[in-house]
């Protein structure tokens, strides 16, 4: 494998977990959304470019259903939900912003000083892959926990679900047909979590996932 | 080492004409800070009736550590007389000892303007040393080395390809600087607006030839700064120890070139944004010191990294 190869791949992964970064500092729903977005399309070029050096043309479709369906059709869908339910725009963190970075890093500390002894027999390139992978399935699902808006948790679960694409791609040969189906499910999971978040809202008014713990008696 | 002190006042001309002509106003010309230093210097220092020998010493303090560090930042040449001596975590170290003069002299004297430019001054350090850190500690893991000379030819000789960290680690070096310097997302070098001056309102009892000390060290720290962004970064044109005076001569023009262009993209940088509040500024740093220690930790999962 020549320098270049490596170092590109290095790169977009790199690329993918300072964008994760970049999510959990945004404040604003929409911008938050504009970021997964970039986030989906970082994804789609370390895809494609996998694709290149592996020479394996299946994955060109996984970078292309990355790029269609969680760049932009993903975040219109959002958007739009956001402007009919008329959220107030601004995402309520648990903890703050400055705490939740710190907590970021030493998850992708740990993600690497797990992964790195783990697959010391992979190839360099498949570790590299795998221990940003879980760092940024890790962040995603930081990102979950600390986050009150249900919308900011689904990009939340976007995220981990990129991260999960971005592993299976730096193993070679994952089948086309496990692709699709992971691509379907993250739909499928959208579309309910769509229609999730219109019953909470119906019945609480609000998308604040605190409202479902008062409802259910927990006292904070 | 001298060329630091020649050119340092320039440049802070330059960053003041840029930003005066890019609002429209003309502007004083370049060469105006070496007029106020001599005219400062001629003048009588005023001292406050409470000041301590502290307050008389600090200026030349902070004068002498900042020299220092400058002279240890190789500017046109590498292996420059002065760089074998001491690395990048000693200029950091200089820089810190300046610094920590700098909030003794503006709480000496008793007002509360020193007082509140000390205390922020203090925050906005806490949260830029580690910063600086992360980013010596990444550069120095690509170069293994501390030396600023080793570095930069190991940047520039070497084939280091394309690192996602030495984009990452650059990006967290300018944060730092704007910080360091009192420019403007983080404070205003211009302001003499109480709530928002930090590095104003620690030298506002200053008048005299202690002030031209403390504006020229401020001035000799934008070059630092400059200088250690354009040589790591930008190794272009460098000179190295013992090249013929042809290449001396080209790497000189080089560095002048690197720093009047750093001189006017700063000056456009702060036309075109606004000053924070004092309270946003630790997470301005914060994020500098994410990318540093994001930077050092992608270079542990890359090639060289991967043994």
């Known amino acids: ?192 979590i769509g229609i999730f978040l219109f019953r909470i809202r119906e019945r609480f008014d609000t998308v604040d996932v605190g409202a479902l713990d008062s409802f259910r008696g927990d006292r904070r | 080492m001298g060329l630091a002190v020649a050119l340092a006042p320039l440049l802070t001309g330059l960053v003041r004409a840029v930003k005066a002509r890019l609002m429209r106003r003309r502007g004083p010309s370049v060469l105006q800070p070496y007029r106020d230093l001599l005219r400062l210097i001629r003048k009588e220092a005023v001292i406050a009736e409470d000041a301590s020998w502290l307050f008389r010493a600090a200026p030349y303090m902070i004068f002498a550590a900042t020299w220092v560090a400058v002279a240890l930042v190789p500017t046109f040449a590498t292996g420059l007389p002065f760089s074998w001596s001491a690395d990048l975590i000693a200029i950091v170290a200089l820089l810190g000892g300046a610094r920590f003069f700098q909030a003794l002299a503006g709480m000496d004297v008793g007002t509360s303007f020193g007082g509140i430019g000390s205390s922020r001054e203090v925050m906005i350090a806490s949260m830029a040393e580690p910063a ?28 280091v390809g394309l690192r996602i960290s030495v984009a990452m680690v650059l990006i967290a070096l300018i944060l730092v600087a704007l910080a360091e310097n009192a420019r403007i997302p983080v404070d205003n070098p211009a302001t003499h607006l109480e709530l928002t001056m930090v590095h104003e309102a620690m030298v506002l009892e200053y008048s005299g030839r202690h002030l031209a000390m403390m504006e020229f060290g401020a001035a000799l720290k934008l070059l630092l700064y400059m200088s250690i962004v354009g040589a790591v970064f930008m190794p272009l044109g460098m000179a190295q120890a013992h090249d013929s005076l042809v290449r001396q001569a080209v790497g000189l023009g080089a560095y002048l070139v690197k720093m009047a262009a750093g001189g006017v993209l700063l000056g456009a940088f702060e036309v075109s944004i606004a000053k924070m509040r004092v309270f946003r500024a630790p997470e301005f740093l914060g994020s500098a010191f994410m990318l540093g220690f994001l930077a050092t930790l992608l270079l542990f999962v890359s090639k060289g990294g991967l043994r």
């Open chain 1, 1 to 192: 494998m020549s320098g270049l190869d490596f170092d590109l791949a290095h790169l977009f992964a790199g690329l993918m977990v300072l964008v994760c970064f970049l999510m959990l500092y945004q404040d604003r729903l929409y911008s938050l959304l504009n970021t997964f977005a970039v986030h989906a399309m970082v994804l789609s070029l370390a895809v494609a470019w996998q694709a290149y050096i592996q020479g394996a043309p299946q994955l060109y479709v996984t970078a292309a259903i990355a790029l269609i369906f969680k760049a932009m059709v993903i975040p219109i869908a959002l958007h739009r939900l956001i402007r009919r339910m008329d959220l107030h725009r601004e995402i309520e963190t648990v903890g703050g912003i400055g705490r939740t970075m710190l907590l970021g890093m030493a998850l992708v500390a740990l993600s690497i000083s797990v992964m790195l002894p783990v697959t010391a027999a992979a190839g360099t390139l498949a570790r590299e892959d795998l221990a940003f992978a879980l760092s940024i399935v890790l962040l995603g699902l930081l990102m979950m926990i600390t986050r009150r808006n249900a919308v900011s948790q689904v990009v939340g679960f976007m995220t981990l679900e990129n991260g999960l694409i971005l592993a299976a791609t730096g193993a070679k040969g994952m089948p086309l047909v496990v692709e699709i189906s992971v691509a379907f499910s993250v739909l499928i999971a959208f579309i309910v």
């Open chain 2, 132 to 159: 600086l850190l992360m980013v010596a500690f990444t550069l120095s893991l690509l170069a293994h080395s501390t030396q600023l000379s080793i570095i930069s030819e190991s940047l520039h000789y070497s084939n």
